[in-house]
């Protein structure tokens, strides 16, 4: 009797989890790759077949801007991991109790408001007439306005400090746990700063940062607003060709076989992520 509870008790505890993982998940993407498999031969009339990847394999720009978004994808997460895993050590091994909170909550503020908000807040200080542009013109440096939007650079700093707290967290949490008696045998044995971190820190951080890497990697790599707005025309962003598949050619059979490429390309870059790294998915978040 008291097993049919526990066994009753643990199905209605995950059966809103797994709801939502099938209803949520697993059949919008089932849904996406049926769809992805139809061909229009004639109007209101499809069959099955691969043409819509056929005409993505065909056509270099949509796999360039596959490759490009994956390759600036990597970069952002490589600039959130340097900028983020000092915050991290800081807030973790460094700062007392009460200031933890406190840093916590500079790195939350970000996230109080929409995408949308934050990207119209750097429009409103890299534009031609923005902040940046109008203390340089007063402080006599330029003698006309510059305008910092619309290329590579802007749109890398936009999903960087987007981004930037997922990569914070699991690396706290992961270096939380790494007894201070490690870096002092460390030291102890004759090691240096950089010693210590590359055979010590690094290797017990490993899981936050596998972690962070893949959440990161598949935020960018999915991101459609921060990459439109700072990059504006000059925008290569695949995102983009998928809303343009959808909404502007109407054409969804393609929209979805290109959603699925871009869950594939990126599903293939943490798997190799992975393997490079040594750590398995069960590992990387058990320990972070």
């Keep these: ?23 949520l998940i697993i059949l919008p993407h089932l849904g996406m790759v049926v769809l992805s498999l139809r061909e229009k031969v004639a109007p209101r009339v499809y069959e099955f077949g691969f043409g819509n990847y056929i005409d993505f394999i065909n056509e270099p720009i949509y796999w360039n801007t596959l490759l490009r978004t994956g390759s600036m994808s990597i970069l952002v997460t490589i600039l959130a991991l340097l900028i983020g ?10 700062a007392g109790r009460r200031s933890r909170g406190a840093l916590f909550l500079l790195c939350l503020i970000p996230l109080w408001v929409s995408d949308l908000i934050r990207a119209f807040g750097w429009i409103l200080l890299l ?15 330029v003698s006309e306005p510059i305008e910092f939007l619309y290329n590579d650079i802007t749109v890398v700093m936009g999903l960087v ?24 045998a460390g ?10 971190l590359r055979r010590i820190i690094v290797p017990y951080a490993m899981p936050g940062i596998v972690s962070g890497c893949i959440v990161v990697f598949m935020m960018t790599a999915g991101s459609y607003l921060t990459p439109i707005l700072l990059g504006g025309k000059n925008s290569s962003w695949f995102t983009e060709q998928i809303y343009d598949q959808f909404i502007t050619r109407f054409n969804w059979e393609s929209g979805a ?4 490429l871009l869950l594939a390309f990126t599903s293939l870059v943490v798997w190799l992520g992975l393997k490079l790294s040594g750590q398995t998915l069960a590992n990387t978040v058990a320990k972070s």
């Design 1 to 23: 009797m008291q097993s049919d509870i526990k066994r009753l008790s643990l199905i209605l505890l995950f059966a809103p989890f797994a709801l939502w993982i099938v209803l």
């Design 85 to 94: 895993f000092p915050i991290a050590y800081y807030i973790a091994k460094i």
């Design 127 to 141: 534009r031609e007439t923005g902040v940046f542009s109008s203390f340089l013109q007063w402080s006599g440096m």
């Design 161 to 184: 400090y987007t981004v930037i707290l997922f990569m914070i967290v699991p690396l706290v949490s992961t270096l939380d746990g790494m007894d201070d008696a490690m870096v002092e």
């Design 187 to 196: 030291y102890n044995l004759g090691g240096n700063g950089f010693t210590v």
């Design 257 to 260: 076989a290109f959603g699925f």
